[in-house]
Every structure is written in C-alpha cells, then in structure tokens.
C-alpha cells in the first residue's frame, strides 16, 4: 500500500537521502564533465577535421541515446550498434562514437579495438585508466576522459563534438544543466506534495498500472527509463510504448463508475483478482508535430472516456536534450518519491 504521509515526513525523506541527493546533482554532474572533457572535445574536433566522414556509427551499450539525438539530424548515414564490434562494412572513412560511462563493458571495449584496427576515426568517452579506455589507443583514437559515471552528462560531451562537426545539433551544456537544476528545484523533498509535481505523479501512479508515452524519438526513450524507474520502484508493472501499444489497454479499461465506493471494490484500488486500473504519464516536449499531436489526443480522450486519470509532465527548455533531460528527470524523481511511498526506498536503494 503506498502511504501518501511519507513523501513530506521528514524522517522518511532521510531514509531516501542518496538517491534524491543523486537526482538533485544531475545538473553539476553535466557541468563537471564538460569542464573534465573540454581540452579532449577540441582535440577530437581537430582530429576528425572538416573532412565529412561517410557515415557514423554509435558503438556500444549506451548507443541509442546518441541515436535518438542524431538519427533525424545527422547528414549522413547514421547506424546505432549495441552489438560487439562494428559492423561489416565500417571502415577508416567513417566516424565511430563510442559511450562508455563505467568503462569495463566488453562490448564497447571490443567495438573500440575493433575500430582502431580498421582505422577508423573514434571518439571515446569513458574513464581515463578504464578498460575500454585502455582500448582507446591510436593515431585517430581521442579519448574524452570522464569522471561521473552519468550516461547523460557524458552524451551532452559526446555531442557537443558531434554538433561542431555538423554531424548533429548544436549541444550547450549549460542549457541542459540549467533544465534538469530546474527539475531539482520544482521537485525538491523540500517542496510539500501540493506543490511538488514529482510526488503528485507517484501519488497519482501508485495504486495504477503505469502507461507512459512520448510522441518524439527521445520522449519516447524518456518514456521508456521513465517506465524502468517506476517498475525498479514499486515491483509491479510499467508499460510505456508507442500510442498504437497503449490505445488498446485503456479501450479495453472497463469504465470508471463515479457512484462506487473504492474502498468496497478491490478492482478499483488493484487489489482481489483484478488487475490495478491504468494510469497514464504523457511526457510532452512541447513537439508540434501533427502525428505527435494527434496521438496525444487520442491517448488523453480516450482515458477520459473510461476515467483513467492522467498526469502531463511537459517541458519547453532551451533544446531538444535538455527538454530529454528535463522529461527523464521528472519521471526519475515521481520514480523514487514512489518508492518512498511503498516503503521501499533506503540509503544506498
């Protein structure tokens, strides 16, 4: 049963000390790595030089958060490859991005050495002394040594290089600092759960089965970590998923009869043989493409038409990334003010 007293108890809040501490220092971790990584992102500008590659490939694990931000972007062919290696026909007229955050996955260490071997122009960011940095040793290697751990902070590094290349947008880390130390302040412990938009959403998702959709490419990833959070939170199901996967779910919701009493039907609070009532989490980025509108539309209407309650986080910072970031973050900290709630959120948890 999630306990709604806990999210502003101040002894509760304690309990949940480091992982709020961690959601609270997203943004100083953006600005540590594009101070640690500044001298290296110039190096591997002048590296690769204005020459355009023929393609580029995102090796690696943590690839397809680059390729959500360069896919629709990128003037030349782009392929995310999360598989060992590279692929078949990468070779020395083509850029290799490889994202590292821990710095000891094989895969990415193995897509490293293998784009060193064929010459390949590589752009490494993952901790100086690691093993996939180890790798990273070449004429037309550039090491971006970092110092977080942070997938995000270390991608706004990654592309910050890829943008002044042309191969991408342009990347202002300040701009995605500034969006998520925005997040940390409207969602603080510190801000009472009238105010505060993270505890709303947990309170409003606790006793539901979570949907959660976004229209664009990287609202949709949002979506995605966003889902992940809320299922490591509460150990019950999260769905998120484009708006053809979660139409059907909430068609098929019985309607909510406004005259029951919740407490006498168990349907009603997930609990008995029924499964919880969906909840829908739309993350909007503010896209005003016709697609993404009226998929919104049609997700909105249709959960009012069987009362299923639903809860906007929208965003309209200053880039794509940051609004990512901004859309991530939100869900992040609904994700653990959750947990709290359940009683399941501890130091170190």
Same mark, same amino acid.
């Given at each position: 049963?999630?306990?709604?007293?806990? =999210?502003?108890?101040?002894?509760?809040?304690?309990?949940?000390?480091?992982?709020?501490?961690? =959601?609270?220092?997203?943004?100083?971790?953006?600005?540590?790595?594009?101070?640690?990584?500044?001298?290296?992102?110039?190096?591997? +500008?002048?590296?690769? &030089?204005?020459?355009?590659?023929?393609?580029?490939?995102?090796?690696?694990?943590?690839?397809?958060?680059?390729?959500? +931000?360069?896919? #629709?972007?990128?003037?030349?062919?782009?392929?995310?490859?999360?598989?060992?290696?590279?692929? /078949?026909?990468?070779?020395?007229?083509?850029?290799?991005? +490889?994202?590292? #955050?821990?710095?000891?996955?094989?895969?990415?260490?193995?897509?490293?050495?293998?784009?060193?071997?064929? &010459?390949?122009?590589?752009?490494?960011?993952?901790?100086? @002394?690691?093993?996939?940095?180890?790798?990273?040793?070449?004429?037309?290697?550039?090491?971006?040594?970092?110092?977080? &751990?942070?997938?995000?902070?270390?991608?706004?590094?990654?592309?910050?290089?890829?943008?002044?290349?042309?191969?991408?947008?342009?990347?202002?880390?300040?701009?995605?600092?500034?969006?998520?130390?925005?997040?940390?302040?409207?969602?603080?412990?510190?801000?009472?759960?009238?105010?505060?938009?993270?505890?709303?959403?947990? =309170?409003?998702?606790?006793?539901?089965?979570?949907? +959660?959709?976004?229209?664009?490419?990287?609202?949709?990833?949002?979506?995605?970590?966003?889902?992940?959070?809320?299922?490591?939170?509460?150990?019950?199901?999260?769905?998120?998923?484009?708006?053809?996967?979660?139409?059907?779910?909430?068609? @098929?919701?019985?309607?909510?009869?406004?005259?029951?009493? #919740?407490?006498?039907?168990?349907?009603?609070?997930?609990?008995?043989?029924?499964?919880?009532? #969906? @909840?829908?989490?739309?993350?909007?980025? /503010?896209?005003?493409?016709?697609?993404?509108?009226?998929?919104?539309?049609?997700?909105?209407?249709?959960?009012?038409?069987? /009362?299923?309650?639903?809860?906007?986080?929208?965003?309209?910072?200053?880039?794509?990334?940051?609004?990512?970031?901004?859309?991530?973050?939100?869900?992040?900290?609904?994700?653990?003010?959750?947990?709290?709630?359940?009683?399941?959120?501890?130091?170190? @948890?």
């Amino acid at each position: 049963m999630f306990d709604d007293s806990l =999210l502003d108890d101040a002894e509760a809040l304690l309990r949940a000390d480091d992982a709020l501490r961690a =959601l609270a220092e997203a943004g100083p971790r953006v600005r540590r790595e594009a101070t640690q990584t500044a001298e290296a992102c110039d190096a591997a +500008v002048s590296a690769v &030089g204005e020459s355009r590659p023929r393609a580029v490939v995102a090796a690696g694990p943590d690839s397809r958060l680059l390729r959500a +931000v360069l896919e #629709p972007w990128c003037p030349v062919p782009f392929v995310a490859w999360p598989a060992p290696g590279l692929p /078949g026909w990468a070779g020395s007229l083509d850029l290799v991005l +490889v994202l590292a #955050p821990v710095g000891s996955d094989h895969d990415a260490a193995s897509a490293v050495a293998e784009a060193v071997r064929r &010459g390949c122009p590589v752009v490494v960011a993952a901790p100086q @002394g690691s093993l996939v940095a180890d790798h990273a040793a070449g004429r037309d290697c550039v090491l971006l040594p970092t110092v977080t &751990g942070d997938q995000l902070a270390i991608a706004v590094a990654v592309l910050d290089v890829v943008g002044r290349l042309g191969l991408g947008p342009r990347t202002d880390a300040e701009v995605v600092a500034s969006a998520l130390d925005g997040v940390a302040a409207r969602c603080s412990p510190h801000r009472d759960i009238a105010t505060n938009p993270a505890k709303v959403i947990a =309170l409003a998702l606790a006793e539901t089965t979570p949907l +959660v959709w976004g229209g664009t490419a990287l609202a949709a990833r949002a979506a995605r970590r966003v889902a992940e959070g809320i299922r490591a939170a509460s150990g019950h199901a999260a769905l998120a998923g484009d708006a053809d996967h979660l139409l059907p779910v909430l068609e @098929g919701t019985s309607r909510r009869d406004v005259f029951a009493d #919740p407490f006498a039907d168990p349907a009603d609070v997930g609990e008995g043989n029924e499964p919880a009532r #969906p @909840g829908l989490l739309v993350l909007d980025d /503010g896209s005003t493409d016709p697609v993404v509108r009226i998929q919104r539309g049609a997700l909105r209407a249709t959960a009012d038409a069987v /009362g299923v309650r639903v809860e906007t986080v929208e965003s309209d910072a200053g880039s794509e990334l940051a609004r990512y970031a901004s859309l991530l973050a939100t869900g992040q900290w609904a994700a653990t003010y959750l947990a709290l709630g359940m009683g399941r959120a501890g130091n170190g @948890g």
